[in-house]
């Protein structure tokens, strides 16, 4: 049955049998959805392997900066163990293996039943192992991911090569722009297979809003800059050719393409780890805590869970070496935990600090004029500009709106120095962030001025600003910072008072990339700091 009309029908039957699609039971298995999931991704409910009790490196997280580590740690002959919390999704021409947001389902977030994304509108769903974790902290929410290949399967693919200058300002000499410059981003980008959207994919129908928005930009004199992404654009023209389901040329990608459309991890880093031999891959393995033993070893409590949140074991295992790359949050959490609790007891005081957004702000306005089209996802270029803070905007789709409906959409990037610090409440045991309330506004206030120029100048028909739409920075998805390096690590991730013990992902970067999108820098400096950590 097309899922569609499935959710017609059920929602039928559900009424009158009394039952709530979106009940607590449904989420481990005795109600209608788990069934559903089942039938459309089995793959996902296969038995769990589970993890050796001892590796000489354990990997936690599979995103960006565990996957590079866990790649190179296995090309040096290093066994390695790589423990994912979400699931190990497949990738197929014409099977719905994710869901989208327009009309999302479980498979698109962590454990939670509703959701309010860039539109402001609240959606609902039942509760499931999906891949977009939403952690909501008092001031702001932070979007990340739960699979396999971490944001690789739920980022908007652009990546992007920061103004030297910039970075500069950011690093301060710790990190050389020059040397991943000319070594560790072309590394990346091969890796990645990295390039910018070709013309017949630009001049498509679906992509009719990066036209527009182009057009606009160029009447406010803005020159547009072609954008790197990491889609692969022979699968977006089956799209467009009718062999294989619609995804990223009908507005999907921050819940997953099911068709494979994005260069994911699972394709390249994490693929070539596992044909090593020597690096398993772990999904369903939730990290809840760690700890250095007397004798040097790190220990490292899991919890294994099946993806409706059944619990299904807990265990500790041990390592010689010991590799974060949970995301900033997860990372972040996992230090100032063991710090506050003395299982790491030599974590320095910077563990926790130099959290910031990146500058992520989302942003709309009208069109100059109805061009039709779809929500083609890949975003086809940038343009930047100082209005009071280094901002760049970049051309953008709208989640969950695959049809045109008189709105372009932008990503604003902010260069903003606000930053925020992770503390621990040892009554709850949680981990929290504090970030102020106004802590979006200097990035609020940069985007705006760009975006109000180009809807000015080009004669865009409609202003979002009155209703409240034209901007949003309650959220950010390029969590950065709370271990950063040469602070609370030396310049090469490795922690400082904790010999083994090294930080590869996103919490490693002082709180922005520079005005642009942050995966190509996290990946170029895991490149850089795991060839130094295991040159030495």
Avoid at 332 to 340: D, F, N, Q, T, Y
Avoid at 404 to 432: C, E, H, K, N, W
Wanted: hydrophobic share 40%.
């Amino acid at each position: 049955m097309d899922r569609r009309a499935f959710f017609k029908t059920a929602g039928i039957a559900a009424a009158s049998l009394g039952v709530g699609l979106s009940s607590r039971a449904v989420a481990h298995g005795d109600g209608p959805w788990a069934t559903l999931f089942r039938g459309w991704v089995p793959e996902i409910f296969a038995p769990l392997p589970d993890p050796p009790d001892h590796t000489a490196a354990i990997v936690i997280g599979s995103g960006f900066g565990g996957a590079i580590s866990a790649l190179r740690l296995a090309e040096a002959g290093v066994a390695t163990t790589v423990l994912e919390r979400g699931s190990q999704w497949p990738n197929d021409p014409w099977r719905e293996i994710f869901t989208g947001d327009d009309l999302p389902d479980g498979r698109g977030f962590w454990h939670r039943t509703s959701f309010t994304g860039v539109t402001k509108v609240p959606v609902f769903f039942e509760d499931f192992g999906g891949v977009l974790d939403c952690t909501e902290f008092g001031n702001i929410d932070v979007w990340r991911a739960a699979a396999v290949g971490g944001g690789s399967i739920i980022f908007t693919g652009a990546m992007v090569e920061p103004e030297k200058r910039h970075f500069d300002s950011v690093f301060r000499g710790v990190v050389s722009f020059d040397e991943l410059h000319n070594t560790y981003y072309p590394r990346v980008r091969q890796m990645l297979r990295l390039s910018t959207m070709p013309a017949d994919i630009y001049g498509s129908d679906p992509f009719a809003h990066s036209r527009a928005w182009d057009d606009q930009a160029r009447r406010a004199g803005y020159q547009p800059q072609p954008v790197e992404s990491i889609f692969n654009w022979d699968v977006i023209r089956s799209e467009l050719a009718g062999t294989s389901r619609k995804s990223a040329t009908a507005s999907r990608s921050n819940l997953g393409n099911s068709n494979g459309a994005k260069f994911d991890l699972n394709q390249n880093y994490l693929r070539l780890a596992r044909e090593t031999g020597k690096a398993g891959v772990f999904p369903g393995h939730r990290v809840d805590a760690i700890a250095q033993e007397p004798g040097g070893r790190y220990s490292v409590s899991i919890t294994k869970i099946g993806p409706t949140g059944d619990v299904q074991r807990t265990r500790t295992l041990t390592c010689d070496r010991l590799f974060l790359g949970a995301g900033s949050i997860g990372t972040s959490e996992l230090l100032v935990r063991a710090r506050a609790t003395g299982a790491l007891p030599n974590l320095n005081e910077h563990i926790g600090e130099g959290w910031g957004t990146n500058g992520d702000v989302g942003l709309a306005r009208g069109v100059t004029s109805f061009g039709g089209g779809t929500g083609g996802v890949p975003c086809a270029s940038k343009i930047t500009d100082d209005p009071g803070l280094p901002t760049t905007l970049e051309n953008w789709f709208i989640p969950g709106l695959p049809v045109d409906v008189g709105a372009l959409a932008s990503l604003g990037i902010v260069l903003d120095s606000t930053r925020a610090r992770f503390g621990y409440d040892p009554r709850t045991g949680r981990v929290g962030l504090d970030w102020p309330a106004n802590g979006n506004d200097a990035a609020l206030e940069a985007t705006r001025v760009m975006n109000d120029r180009v809807q000015q100048r080009s004669g865009s028909m409609f202003d979002y600003k009155p209703i409240g739409y034209d901007a949003n920075a309650r959220f950010t998805a390029h969590p950065l910072g709370g271990a950063v390096l040469g602070l609370a690590t030396d310049a090469y991730g490795r922690v400082h008072g904790h010999p083994g013990l090294f930080v590869m992902d996103g919490a490693a970067i002082p709180g922005s990339t520079a005005a642009v999108n942050p995966s190509l820098t996290i990946s170029a400096i895991a490149e850089r700091n795991i060839e130094a950590i295991l040159r030495s």
